[in-house]
């Protein structure tokens, strides 16, 4: 069963996600901000990693970067999942390794339309 690593400071969006995730017989994994999803990566890889933008502590394009200088770290497949919706945000997103990008508030049709381009499920 593929893993997926669900890293953003909201409780609730990660409640959403779980349950989307898990419906497409996802394994999951939580975690806060970049700096414990780092820790979790460190545990064990993920197959995908839908990740938030701003967070405290490490934010999600740190977290990005970091996440790609990992032994195996450029295999798992990250969605940005985000409010920001200006094109250097996305741009900046892609060029620090995300495979995809996604607008909050997201759904399951959009989730798994992004998971299928990039092949996770």
């Not at 700096?35 to 502590?57: G, H, I, S, Y």
């Not at 997103?93 to 909050?104: F, P, Q, T």
Request: negative net charge.
């Amino acid at each position: 069963m593929k893993h997926c690593l669900i890293v953003d400071d909201s409780a609730v969006i990660r409640k959403v996600a779980k349950r989307i995730m898990e419906g497409l017989s996802l394994r999951t994994s939580e975690a806060e901000d970049g700096e414990q999803a780092l820790t979790v990566c460190r545990q064990e890889m993920p197959d995908a990693v839908l990740l938030d933008w701003n967070m405290p502590v490490m934010d999600g394009y740190e977290f990005l970067r970091e996440l790609r200088r990992m032994p195996g770290g450029d295999f798992p497949k990250v969605v940005f999942c985000t409010t920001e919706n200006d094109v250097a945000s996305i741009a900046r997103a892609i060029h620090a390794g995300a495979d995809e990008y996604v607008m909050k508030p997201f759904d399951r049709e959009i989730m798994t339309a992004k998971l299928q381009d990039v092949g996770v499920v």
